[in-house]
């Protein structure tokens, strides 16, 4: 044991040996997602940070917060190098040097909430309101991560919790619950203060059953209700080579594929094309869709397709990722969280012509308004998510609880054969659970899959294949908490622990 306390104590003391220890510690996070799912890691990677900066100044914190930050991007979201690399033509030099000051700039940010507990909010001797507050932090800084330059919502710790106990107060506070009882759990269990008292220990292991029991317990209730008869899908997954989907001379294979393959499917409800599956501008395909329209209309079939989505305002034309019913006037949604350089680029005056990763096809896109009305389709409200859409939790409760289906489309090929597409599944995933909701989720190239209101994928294809899912959907009606709420009573609730914890370290300097 006393060589076991001169590790921690190196660990956790100022210098080298901790900041290397917290960049191994923030790769842990990544092994708690998907495709891993080694959840206790992730719960390990936040004691591991929780610990290190305990008693560091607030510069020492901050480095340690980032070394953590930059374990945990590096590992979990380096597949933008397949991006900008294969996908922009970037050079390999010139890609990695984007990728490795996109993961640093992300790694600020924990570099920020590492400074400022050890700067203002750190409570020294008291370990219950410690807990509590850095978990508070944590939920404030994953809020400010999805909000700020429009957001960055990934690899948020709840997500590793889409197949544990834990996934029961989905519904009550959406992933954002998840991660403040995920960092709770991890500081509870390593607090040593808290558990050198009989009392102390005894009331952190009352919180911890509280916590995981809790929520096997409330997995228990069903939030929704079914709401009529089940639909029939087919979701059709083209695998069209990124190279080749907006090259005009493979436009008109790409769409007989698609013709063809939704044909081969028979009677259902629903066909669904992924994102810009037609890749072609609305007003120019308006023929082809409206013609697959009313030919699948004779056999009770609706058609809902990516498409980008072409309109005049004034003399100008502007450009939108959209989906629509097809043969619908009206019928449509277009995308309002748009991807920094996917869809649109910052700075475009000064960017465009640099390098080819800035000028990559379709990446003028306008943004759609924030207040839209879901899709209307046989009868039923269908939430719409375009790809990236489905990471924002408030935004995606705020349509799900007008709708009694959710349904996103995306365009995966962007990250290759990358953990990438499997994170984006997770999240659509919990998406399902905080709403109750059945998730349709069309793709290119794969992950596609039917999710049902409790997060089980009922059936999926594998990716990478050209193939057609077909499936059965139930419609879905009634309101969680958190489709009624959001994330304002957490909020609120974590604003109240930081100011508890500066209040009464002011008090006690």
Not at 196 to 225: D, F, P, V, Y
Not at 307 to 333: C, F, K
Not at 352 to 378: T, W, Y
Not at 489 to 506: E, F, G, I, K
Request: charged share 10%.
């Amino acid at each position: 044991m006393p060589g076991l306390q001169q590790i921690l104590l190196r660990l956790t003391a100022p210098g080298w040996p901790g900041h290397v220890a917290a960049l191994v510690a923030g790769t842990l996070t990544t092994f708690g997602l998907t495709p891993f799912g080694l959840w206790p890691l992730a719960l390990l990677s936040i004691a591991a940070l929780y610990l290190g900066i305990q008693h560091l100044p607030a510069g020492q914190a901050a480095l340690r917060g980032w070394f953590w930050g930059l374990g945990l991007f590096a590992s979990g979201v380096s597949w933008v190098y397949i991006s900008i690399h294969v996908h922009g033509y970037a050079h390999p030099l010139l890609a990695g040097l984007l990728t490795a000051l996109f993961v640093g700039g992300l790694a600020l940010v924990p570099a920020l909430m590492a400074w400022l507990w050890a700067r203002w909010l750190r409570p020294e001797q008291q370990p219950w309101l410690a807990v509590f507050a850095f978990a508070s932090l944590w939920l404030i800084q994953d809020l400010f991560r999805g909000w700020f330059l429009t957001g960055f919502p990934w690899l948020y710790s709840g997500y590793m919790h889409t197949d544990t106990w834990l996934a029961g107060w989905a519904p009550v506070g959406g992933v954002w619950l998840l991660t403040w009882l995920s960092v709770l759990s991890a500081c509870l269990l390593v607090e040593r203060r808290l558990w050198r008292s009989l009392r102390h220990g005894l009331g952190a292991a009352a919180l911890l059953a509280l916590i995981w029991l809790g929520g096997n317990a409330l997995q228990l209730i069903e939030w929704t209700r079914p709401a009529g008869e089940p639909l029939s899908v087919a979701l059709v997954q083209a695998n069209i080579p990124q190279s080749r989907k907006w090259d005009p001379a493979h436009i008109e294979q790409t769409l007989s594929q698609y013709r063809d393959l939704s044909y081969a499917q028979g009677q259902v409800d629903l066909i669904v094309w992924p994102e810009t599956a037609v890749p072609v501008l609305k007003s120019s395909a308006q023929h082809f869709t409206d013609g697959m329209a009313a030919n699948l209309a004779q056999q009770g079939t609706s058609l809902i397709t990516g498409i980008p989505l072409d309109t005049w305002e004034g003399d100008q034309m502007r450009i939108y990722n959209a989906i629509m019913v097809a043969g619908s006037a009206d019928n449509h949604y277009l995308k309002h969280k748009l991807v920094p350089f996917g869809e649109y680029v910052p700075l475009e005056d000064w960017l465009r012509g640099l390098i080819a990763f800035f000028d990559l096809p379709m990446s003028s896109f306008s943004r759609g308004p924030a207040d839209q009305a879901p899709l209307q389709v046989k009868g039923y409200r269908i939430a719409p998510f375009i790809c990236y859409e489905t990471v924002y939790p408030n935004f995606a409760a705020r349509l799900a609880a007008q709708s009694e289906l959710l349904i996103t489309i995306s365009n995966d090929s962007w990250f290759g054969d990358s953990i990438g597409p499997l994170q984006h599944l997770q999240i659509a995933r919990m998406r399902a659970i905080e709403s109750g909701r059945w998730m349709i989720r069309g793709t290119n190239n794969g992950v596609t899959a039917l999710i049902d209101h409790n997060g089980r994928i009922r059936a999926q294809i594998p990716q990478f294949e050209t193939a057609v899912l077909n499936g059965w959907v139930q419609p879905r009606q009634g309101l969680s908490p958190f489709l009624r709420w959001g994330s304002l009573p957490l909020t609120a609730t974590a604003v109240m622990c930081l100011l508890l914890s500066l209040v009464w370290r002011r008090r006690n300097r």
